[in-house]
């Protein structure tokens, strides 16, 4: 028997914040400013 479980929508989201987190510290890091996801960022605020 198998036990799996569907992931809800907060984990889910959470997971993609976090690798959208990850990925604009690499290029902040790198100033790649031009390469930056800033239309996204401005509306999640």
Same mark, same amino acid.
């Given at each position: 028997?198998? =036990? ?15 690798? %959208? /987190? ?5 290029? /902040?890091?790198? =100033? ?5 996801? /800033?239309?996204? %960022? /401005?509306?999640?605020?």
């Amino acid at each position: 028997m198998s =036990n799996l479980t569907k992931p809800t929508l907060k984990h889910l989201y959470e997971t993609d914040e976090y690798l %959208w /987190l990850e990925a604009t510290i690499s290029l /902040l890091k790198a =100033n790649k400013l031009e390469e930056l996801d /800033l239309e996204n %960022w /401005l509306s999640s605020t």
